[in-house]
């Protein structure tokens, strides 16, 4: 399994306002840092599909996030991100048969 972590900014601005007093990252940029991550590791996720996301804790600002992903069967890649040893998200990526090739 490849792993990288990812910093976001205690101040970023989604934590302003999602939601105010107790401050979390929304899914959807947990989800936009992670495919970005990929991008930097050499895996193009341009034109990707994400067929399955679950959400399990909050991340709130300050932490890391740890990012792990494999591939599987049918040109599919499973990714894991943690934060403290507790699981945060977990997602499928269907990538396109350009990125597939590029990750062999």
């Given at each position: 399994?490849?792993?990288t972590?990812i910093?976001?900014?205690?101040?970023h601005?989604?934590f302003?306002?999602h939601?105010?007093?107790?401050?979390?990252l929304?899914g959807?940029l947990l989800?936009?840092?992670?495919?970005?991550?990929?991008?930097r590791?050499?895996?193009?996720?341009r034109?990707?599909?994400?067929?399955?996301?679950k959400?399990?804790?909050p991340l709130?600002?300050g932490e890391?996030?740890?990012?792990?992903?494999?591939?599987?069967?049918?040109?599919?890649?499973?990714?894991?991100l943690?934060?403290?040893g507790?699981?945060?998200?977990s997602?499928?990526?269907?990538?396109?048969a350009e990125?597939?090739?590029?990750?062999?």
């Amino acid at each position: 399994m490849n792993e990288t972590i990812i910093e976001i900014a205690p101040d970023h601005p989604a934590f302003a306002g999602h939601f105010p007093g107790h401050p979390i990252l929304p899914g959807a940029l947990l989800l936009a840092q992670a495919m970005q991550a990929l991008d930097r590791a050499g895996l193009s996720t341009r034109g990707c599909g994400i067929s399955s996301a679950k959400f399990h804790s909050p991340l709130a600002p300050g932490e890391s996030l740890c990012l792990r992903w494999e591939a599987v069967a049918g040109g599919s890649l499973r990714l894991e991100l943690s934060a403290g040893g507790r699981r945060v998200a977990s997602a499928t990526l269907v990538l396109r048969a350009e990125s597939r090739a590029e990750r062999r």
